[in-house]
């Protein structure tokens, strides 16, 4: 077999991926110096807002209206992230001191080492491994060293706002008189609910950096260990080893990392997956903004909703934050944030989408033989870094104990030993990661310069010069009636040249399978180097000139795909590989808000209840495709399917609470094989390809059986309404809510993920999907906000506000987002006023 190059030219595949690997120690030559990189200027202070109280006396103003929505008054930013904080701490404190101690690296010494920490999106270690990788962190004092850096580091309104949004948590711990005295019972007494520094904060924030880049590689890392004859750590995917090769003593079921039996490749999806990108994760978002050439009044709008974890860090919380006559933003922020992440002014709305770029690049080394810790480099041998790494750990009987793990660094960065993405640490060779958002803490300064902004354009501007967004796709509207899209997130300076001159002959095969090319560690430093762009915030990242982005009068859309189809009259292409692909095939949900849009707008001109509306259509493209031609009807009477047929003969097509059919059709759709349809994808009909169910495939038949089983087995009918069974993973009466999983192609995605707090409340207990939902528009002096928080306000399931919200969403309804003074007093159920020393 053969790969093609991207100069077109023929490379021979070995063997073996053992064959490989050793193609790779003589493939590696040594060219030229990179360029030089850039020291672009720090991002400009505030002006006319004073960082921190006169006094120095934190001063806040926290009145909530229903639902619980805190809204935040100050006249500095430190005492405006004082008031953020404390209200926080009010309603989840569990949840900010769970972020708070993982940040810490103590999650062992509380909670034991071997329990796991997954954060519902890409880490999932032991917490020892979670542990062992943030207290080297601050071992290093990355975090300090940021803070310490001008270009790298955060400005001075995210400082005061983090110092003051410390000291808000603090003071409502003190309040209640500490952990004792906290409500929710999921913590209250907990010694790990304890006051917290400035820098416990910044290192949860740094950890939240790392989500799409180091976060899925904790363990990996925390456990990278040189091989043995025991455990070579080769990325063997078969026995089919070269003749010349004696490996008697080996136990070969140790080398294959996808089980002990001789298996293939990975395929795409598994090393995607493996990577933190799994194609099947409802980890993900929509957003759209329609321009006002397309809307009814002519102004922007905007449709927000992020696919995050109901539960754990990746909450929101809605907020709105006002330094009277001076700033004035609301929305929502993630767990932590002191700033808000996703949201609106009376001027313009923004939302995100989580981007197909890579924040990061392996970098291949060999090593010297029989000396696995030492590499080469073209400026001679060096010696890995060894990190010694204690750790207290709570044992069984309560006692604590330590525990030393060793990291290994190289200049690039960690070692990681994960033959499950090829990337093993063998007898010739291993890789290191370098992680563009590990040399970055300007994120917040990016959010908040965003809600600072008068219209889309200067958004943008703001945000890239703050250079801090970490891996998400920017879609905004404004009162001028300008949409806007963009990936403008944080990606290495790889352009597809470097990576022609750089890729190893394992990194070929992690880029066909996956997109990340593996560049070759010996000349990291040198040609192999990230470069620099000279409109770029710093060195070694993509200046925004070689970023995909767009302003338009029309509408732009993003769910998760790659930028090359912001709308379906524009290509965006030219961009190197590593941000994303160019003429693939879209998801069935990013088609499934390209045909929403599209029909809505056929006939008339967007307005604000149309949108809204364009939410909870709940529609799904797979039902769609796999109704024409009415083969869905052919594939159940092929089954035998009887009463089925009858009841996805009369199904409505949707998800909604009240849908009969929605169960049994995802059952059914869920165990087709991957090559379902006979119309293949076409990248010069990218929104109707591909198509055309096989309705006579002998798989696609057993699907649809296996499907009827299922659910008799499970005892649910075969016309359940959807709503019985998919409900909200909550204790209490269940809440039935409308949508389905991404693979089917809804537009509100709901998805239940492991673990659920309450399993046996049906077949699907939600907990992870649609969160903040917004549907912005702008009136002529003003701005209109419609919202969901779908899982409410407050992470203490005994709070009224942890399932209000939750409620209106099952029922497909909003919640009037107060805005205005006039309006938050209207909606005002308490208020209080909250200070504090500094």
């Known amino acids: 077999m053969t790969y093609l190059t991207s100069k077109g030219s023929l490379v021979r595949r070995p063997r073996s991926v053992l064959a490989l690997i050793a193609a790779s120690a003589v493939a590696f030559s040594v060219l030229a110096l990179g360029g030089p990189g850039t020291t672009p200027a720090p991002a400009e202070a505030s002006s006319g807002i004073p960082l921190n109280p006169a006094g120095g006396k934190y001063d806040a103003s926290v009145t909530r209206t229903k639902h619980g929505i805190p809204h935040v008054v100050a006249k500095d930013w430190g005492s405006l992230g004082f008031g953020h904080g404390y209200a926080t701490a009010e309603t989840s404190i569990c949840n900010l001191a769970d972020t708070l101690l993982t940040g810490r690296g103590e999650r062992s010494r509380y909670l034991g080492p071997e329990a796991r920490y997954n954060d519902r999106v890409t880490l999932d270690a032991t917490n020892l491994q979670t542990d062992a990788f943030f207290t080297d962190a601050r071992g290093r004092k990355v975090v300090e060293k940021l803070l310490a850096d001008p270009v790298r580091g955060p400005g001075a309104e995210t400082r005061a706002m983090v110092e003051g949004y410390i000291k808000g948590v603090n003071r409502y711990l003190a309040s209640v008189g500490g952990a004792s005295g906290v409500k929710d019972k999921a913590c209250r007494g907990a010694a790990w609910v304890r006051t917290a520094s400035t820098n416990d904060l910044w290192y949860g924030l740094y950890a939240a950096n790392l989500l799409a880049s180091a976060g899925p590689f904790i363990g990996s890392i925390a456990d990278a260990d040189p091989p043995s004859l025991n455990d070579p750590g080769l990325p063997l995917p078969s026995l089919d080893l070269p003749d010349a090769l004696d490996l008697p003593l080996l136990d070969l079921s140790r080398l294959l ?62 907020v709105q934050l006002t330094i009277p006559g001076k700033y004035d933003a609301a929305g929502a922020s993630l767990m932590g944030s002191p700033v808000i992440n996703i949201g609106f002014t009376k001027d313009v709305a923004w939302s995100h989408t989580v981007s197909t770029g890579y924040r990061f690049t392996p970098y291949e080394y060999r090593t010297i033989p029989g000396f696995p810790k030492k590499y080469l480099t073209d400026q001679g041998v060096k010696d890995l870094e060894e990190r010694p790494v204690v750790v207290t750990v709570k044992n069984k009987d309560g006692s604590l104990s330590k525990v030393t793990k060793t990291l290994y660094r190289t200049d690039e960065g960690y070692v990681m030993d994960n033959p499950a993405t ?140 790659s930028y090359w189809l912001p709308n379906p009259t524009t290509r965006l292409e030219g961009f190197a590989n590593i941000i994303g692909c160019e003429k693939c095939e879209r998801s069935l949900r990013s088609r499934m808000v390209y045909s929403s849009v599209s029909d809505s707008l056929r006939t008339t001109r967007m307005t604000h209840a149309r949108l809204e509306a364009i939410e909870h259509t709940e529609q799904n493209m797979a039902a769609i495709l796999t109704r024409e031609n009415g083969d869905l009807d052919t594939v159940c009477t092929a089954a035998g399917g009887g009463e089925a047929c009858r009841v996805l003969k009369a199904w409505d097509g949707r998800g909604k609470v009240s849908s009969r059919g929605t169960i049994l059709f995802r059952e059914f759709f869920l165990r087709l094989p991957a090559a379902r349809w006979n119309v293949p994808f076409d990248a010069n009909d990218p929104l109707n390809t591909p198509r055309d169910l096989k309705e006579g495939d002998g798989a696609t038949v057993q699907a649809m059986k296996d499907a009827i089983a299922h659910l008799r087995a499970k005892g649910v009918a075969l016309d359940a309404p959807l709503g019985s069974q998919q409900v909200a993973d909550k204790p209490g009466r269940p809440i039935g809510v409308p949508g389905g999983p991404h693979e089917l192609g809804f537009v509100n995605v709901v998805e239940a993920s492991e673990p659920a707090e309450n399993p046996k409340a049906g077949l699907y207990p939600v907990n992870f999907g649609s969160s903040h939902v917004q549907v912005v528009s702008f009136t002529k002096t003003g701005v209109k906000a419609s919202t969901i928080l779908t899982y409410g306000q407050s992470g203490d399931t005994s709070s009224p506000w942890s399932r209000d919200q939750t409620a209106i969403f099952g029922r497909g309804g909003w919640v009037s987002f107060p805005f205005t003074p006039t309006q938050v007093k209207a909606q005002k159920i308490s208020a209080r006023t909250v200070t504090a020393r500094r």
């Open 257 to 318: 990392p996808f089980g002990s039996a001789p298996k293939a490749l990975p395929t795409s999806q598994e090393l995607k997956a493996a990577l933190g990108k799994d194609p099947s994760s409802p980890f993900g978002s929509n957003a759209v903004a329609v321009g006002g050439d397309k809307t009814a009044d002519g102004r922007g709008m905007l449709l927000g909703n992020p696919h995050f974890p109901w539960l754990g860090r990746y909450r929101f919380e809605q």
């Open 422 to 561: 090829l990337m093993g640490w063998t007898p010739l060779s291993f890789v290191a990661m370098r992680d563009a958002n590990a040399e970055q803490l300007r994120t917040l300064d990016s959010f908040l310069a965003m809600s600072r902004a008068k219209d889309a354009r200067s958004l943008l501007a703001a945000s890239d010069r703050a250079g801090g967004i970490p891996w998400v796709n920017t879609i905004a509207a404004d009162r001028r009636g300008t949409a806007l899209y963009a990936d403008h997130a944080v990606v290495p300076n790889v352009p597809n040249d470097l990576v022609a001159s750089c890729i190893t002959p394992i990194g070929l095969l992690t880029r066909q399978l996956a997109g990340l090319p593996i560049l070759d560690g010996t000349r990291a430093s040198s040609s192999c180097r990230w470069r620099s762009d000279a409109d770029a915030p710093r060195p070694g990242i993509f200046g925004s000139k070689n970023m995909p982005s767009l302003f338009t009068r029309g509408w732009v859309m993003n769910a998760n795909d």
